[in-house]
């Protein structure tokens, strides 16, 4: 078998059993992200990667048996690891070296990973498609002419196109989710707080969490268990204790109660997805899953609710890039407002810009009141709204996308109708709540369709038995 069909479970076995060496894995996967170049998922490859990976097979041969000991790994580039580049695929942090690791990466590190190059992703994470990216824009594994989805599509395009076993991504309205939709593999959005943000360049920091994207769904709550828990430098991470994902996984739902919200069979009436997502809920059904109608009212407003709350919290968050600490400068300025002016100018992308523009809006005086404050006060009426709707079911199941990958420009000059792609996949992170995209089900071209899986807060044991169930068994239904 190809060091690439082997899952990340397997990988990590067979090195830390010494049937394969970390290095020979390693040198495999530089070998193919060079030869795939031309996807434009990747930004760098580090010089050193091989250097770590003989570092791990001595150890290893010492008896070390981390969880990810010697596994290469892939981050996105808005991920801080000591001594290399993060530059969130933007000029203004271009040449940015980190200057410590985040926590997701130090755990990484501690269980032996070999983090071996850093993804494309939509500038500072702001888009749906890695069209926004000042470095190039990252193609769909399965198809070159069609986007990745965003803003993680470097890290879902690597696994998709297996370059490498496993990937971050940061998830603030479906950013792991969607793209993981449209290259056909496995993406969750943890609980809020489950995952550390430390060392994470933030976006909307009340929203946004970072996750795994893998193969398959075992690998994937394998990673999760490594990457979650509390950090010291993280007010908002949660000291719940971390389990063991995969125990939760009983290839069993008899009894399960999914919920299916009124809201969505309105919503997917006549797209693509329509057909796969209603086969999803007969085979549930048919595997011994209780169907339950149930309800978040509200659920029409989550996307502009979503679209109030993260340009005003990315407006705060960016106000630091300014051209006068360690962002880029002008070269023009000729006095400290020239500095911020020119140097934000030239530094921000146009849907950067496009979102600063809108966040200062909503912040400002006269309009805080009328925009940010109600739709903070509309996200706690979400949360309620999803509280009383996991209360009737254990699970909802939903639509990842309206339908496969769209080709590459197709939505240039019409944002509104890129931020309808994040329709289905907002939600959860308004609510604060784990959700998860598998593929299931083709398009009228062939490509992949995404089915979410979301639950209650904590609950991705529950997600991760479901998703795997859908996934081993799923059959004809999810080849549809």
């Known amino acids: 078998m190809k060091i690439d069909e082997l899952s990340l479970i397997e990988l990590a076995e067979k090195i830390s059993k010494q049937e394969l060496t970390s290095f020979e894995v390693t040198k495999f996967y530089i070998d193919k992200c060079n030869e795939h170049s031309d996807l434009f998922a990747l930004l760098e490859i580090f010089e050193d990667s091989l250097d770590r990976a003989k570092e791990m097979d001595e150890k290893i041969k010492a008896g070390f048996k981390g969880k990810l000991a010697g596994v290469p790994v892939v981050i996105k580039d808005n991920i801080l690891y000591k001594g290399k580049k993060a530059s969130c695929s933007s000029k203004f942090l271009e040449n940015y070296v980190a200057q410590y690791n985040s926590t997701v990466v130090q755990k ?5 990973a070999v983090i071996f190059a850093r993804a494309n992703m939509d500038e500072f994470a702001m888009g749906s498609s890695t069209e926004n990216s000042a470095f190039g824009v990252t193609k769909n594994a399965l198809d070159p002419t069609r986007v990745p989805g965003g803003s993680s599509g470097g890290s879902a395009c690597a696994v998709g196109a297996g370059l490498t076993p496993v990937a971050l991504g940061t998830d603030t309205g479906g950013s792991i989710r969607q793209p993981s939709s449209y290259n056909g593999v496995v ?6 707080g489950r995952v550390s943000r430390y060392g994470v360049v933030a976006f909307a920091s009340s929203i946004e969490q970072v996750g795994p994207i893998t193969k398959n769904v075992k690998d994937n709550a ?8 509390n950090s010291i430098h993280d007010e908002t991470s949660l000291k719940e204790e971390v389990p063991n994902y995969l125990s939760y996984i009983k290839g069993d739902i008899s009894k399960l109660r999914v919920g299916v919200l009124k809201e969505i069979d309105e919503a997917v009436k006549g797209l693509e997805v329509e057909k796969s997502y209603k086969n999803a809920i007969k085979f549930l059904k048919e595997n011994g899953a209780e169907i339950v109608v149930t309800s978040i009212p509200s659920f029409n407003l989550t996307l502009p609710c979503y679209y109030i ?28 407002d020239e500095i911020y002016f020119k140097s934000r100018s030239e ?11 809108l966040g200062n809006f909503v912040l400002s005086s006269g309009y805080f009141d009328a925009y940010y404050n109600k739709a903070k006060k509309l996200q706690q009426k979400l949360i309620e709204e999803g509280k009383k709707a996991f209360a009737t079911c254990d699970v909802i199941v939903l639509p990842t996308t309206a339908g496969e990958a769209f080709k590459i420009g197709a939505k240039d000059g019409d944002p509104v109708s890129m931020y309808k792609e994040d329709l289905f996949t907002i939600m959860a992170n308004i609510l ?12 009228p071209n062939g490509l992949p369709l995404g089915l979410q899986i979301v639950a209650d807060r904590l609950n991705e044991g529950t997600i991760y038995n479901v998703a795997d169930f859908i996934e081993s068994k799923g059959g004809e239904y999810a080849r549809l």
Do not use: C, H, Q, W
């Open 432 to 443: 604060g709540v784990p959700a998860i995209s598998i593929p299931f089900g083709k398009g």
């Open 108 to 112: 990484m590190l501690d269980e032996g």
């Open 309 to 336: 709350i993260a340009p005003a919290e990315a407006t705060s968050n960016l106000g630091r890039f300014d051209g006068v600490k360690y962002s880029r400068r002008s070269k023009d300025a000729k006095d400290v």
């Open 187 to 192: 993406g969750i959005k943890p609980t809020y």
């Open 347 to 357: 530094g921000f992308g146009k849907e950067v810009k496009r979102r600063i523009m």
């Open 222 to 229: 394998y990673m999760l268990e490594v990457l979650a828990g």
